[in-house]
């Protein structure tokens, strides 16, 4: 019986085991399969983890990439952005110059126009031509001044969107760097300010249907700045003459490259003015001839406190100041004699902006007053 019973129990005893080996076995290819999952889980967490964050610095880096190319810009390069998106619907956008005074002045009356304004139009942009900051720019980014000169005067919704801006010479008086930091952007992220730079826009299906605009610094070709004692904190990095020669030259090769069928300059001296500033003999000897062999279109500049267009007989490029973004109405009356044509047709000695619309043949710009009445129209049309 024990035998039997050893017998009968053994293979029960044997069972056990085998079972409680199972058993065991089981156990661990649990845990072990466990662990394998665990470790899967905790690999595909990292790849997670890991594919964000190389993302992330992939963009940044990007950004980086970008934003020392726009740096550079004051150096060489003309830095390039804008929307390539195909456009269906006209592109709007408004320009407005000469006019941080903390809302004095009538600044915060034209900004509520041109929130107005903007807004009727859905513009995608404003452009401003300079002088940024009276009297005397920015001290440095953190200069209070960009806010109650510019984050808290251009309040309305329409003008929450994407400011490209150019220096002045009020703006040299300054930090003229802190313009054009990085910082500032940070700040109010509207904020685009760069020394030389071009922006490109689709106008419509074919790949010619583009505006193309060509910011420029316009601040060291004029002489006087250099040889009074004015204060103007020029902080160039290469001397004056390399300066302007190298950006002539980056101008000139920007031109010559672009197959945009609208080209547009936007600088802040005048180059042709019937007002306080009149003309900028400078630019006219060494600017205005690259713009008129690149068949540009438009030049817009401030500087002078007036709204005017002038367009000449003896040059294609039209001439438009929109330089009444605040402190205007000096009483100026335009120089004109009857023995020459200065192709003057509009001219007003008051505060205003200017409101753009862009299709593929055909630039409408308005010109409003304080009221936000259109002052004059102009447009310009081509095949
Ligand atoms: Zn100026």
């Not at 009968?8 to 005893?13: L, M």
């Not at 060291?220 to 902080?235: G, L």
């Not at 192709?343 to 902006?353: A, H, K, S």
């Amino acid at each position: 019986m024990p035998t039997e019973g050893l017998s009968i129990e053994q293979p029960d005893s044997q069972h056990s085991v085998d079972q409680d080996e199972e058993v065991g076995l089981l156990s661990v290819t649990r845990q072990i399969n466990n662990a394998r999952i665990k470790r899967r889980h905790a690999w595909i967490m990292f790849g997670i983890v890991f594919g964000t964050l190389l993302v992330v610095s992939l963009i940044l880096i990007s950004r980086i990439d970008q934003h020392l190319a726009c740096r550079k810009s004051s150096l060489a390069v003309l830095c390039r952005s804008g929307s390539s998106v195909q456009r269906q619907t006209p592109l709007n956008f408004l320009v407005v110059g000469d006019w941080g005074r903390n809302g004095l002045y009538n600044q915060s009356l034209v900004a509520e126009q041109m929130g107005n304004v903007g807004g009727q139009l859905n513009v995608s942009f404003i452009i401003s031509t300079g002088d940024n900051f009276y009297e005397n720019g920015l001290t440095g980014p953190d200069d209070e001044q960009f806010s109650t000169s510019f984050s808290n005067i251009y309040t309305q919704k329409s003008l929450q969107t994407t400011w490209y801006s150019v220096l002045g010479n009020h703006d040299y008086h300054g930090n003229v760097s802190a313009q054009v930091d990085q910082k500032v952007t940070f700040r109010d992220p509207r904020w685009n300010c760069h020394n030389n730079f071009q922006l490109i826009h689709d106008l419509g299906n074919t790949p010619q249907a583009k505006v193309e605009f060509f910011f420029i610094d316009t601040n060291p070709f004029v002489e006087e700045y250099w040889t009074t004692k004015s204060s103007y904190a020029w902080q160039l990095p290469i001397p004056r003459r390399d300066y302007i020669m190298e950006e002539l030259m980056n101008l000139t090769n920007a031109l010559a490259a672009s197959t945009a069928k609208w080209k547009i300059v936007v600088g802040h001296h005048t180059m042709r003015s019937v007002s306080t500033h009149g003309d900028t003999l400078e630019l006219l000897e060494a600017v205005l001839p690259i713009l008129e062999a690149n068949a540009v279109d438009l030049y817009i500049n401030g500087h002078d406190h007036c709204m005017q267009h002038i367009k000449r007989p003896d040059s294609p490029v039209h001439f438009l100041t929109s330089g009444g973004g605040s402190k205007a109405w000096r009483g100026t009356k335009p120089l004109i004699n009857a023995e020459e044509d200065f192709g003057l047709r509009f001219y007003y000695d008051g505060q205003g902006f200017a409101a753009v619309t862009m299709l593929p043949t055909e630039v409408c710009i308005d010109l409003y007053n304080i009221s936000g009445q259109v002052m004059y129209s102009m447009n310009l049309q081509k095949n």
